[in-house]
Nanobody
Framework: VQLQASGGGLVQAGGSLRLSCAAS????????VDWYRQVDGKEREVIAF???????DYADSVKGRFTISVDNAKNTVYLQMNRLKPEDTAVYYC???????WGQGTQVTVSS
């Protein structure tokens, strides 16, 4: 499987973005999809995941502001990001852990 992340951009603090992670095959074949982010000089951190059974969870830093969802018809996992903060600035990646597959990063920049 291949993953393609998109949707990043520049937004003001308090704004919203929606990231997409499109899979090259049926999203049902993936047991779980994670969203990670990485700030320059820091380790990549997982911020949200969704499983095939539609369970999900979030890092405390984004809980209540970000929402992960899946559109099976489009083989795409989304990350809706609301009330963005400057500290959310990072490169965002999607990842299928059971397939050890990363999507390319998409840059999110939040200006104050």
């Amino acid at each position: 499987v291949q993953l393609q992340a998109s949707g990043g951009g520049l937004v003001q603090a308090g704004g919203s973005l929606r990231l997409s992670c499109a899979a090259s095959e049926s999203i049902d074949s993936l047991d779980r999809v994670d969203w990670y982010r990485q700030v320059d000089g820091k380790e990549r951190e997982v911020i949200a995941f969704i499983t095939k059974r539609n369970t999900f969870d979030y890092a405390d830093s984004v809980k209540g502001r970000f929402t992960i969802s899946v559109d099976n018809a489009k083989n795409t996992v989304y990350l809706q990001m609301n009330r963005l903060k400057p500290e959310d600035t990072a490169v965002y990646y999607c990842y299928a852990p059971w397939q050890h597959t990363w999507g390319q990063g998409t840059q999110v920049t939040v200006s104050s």
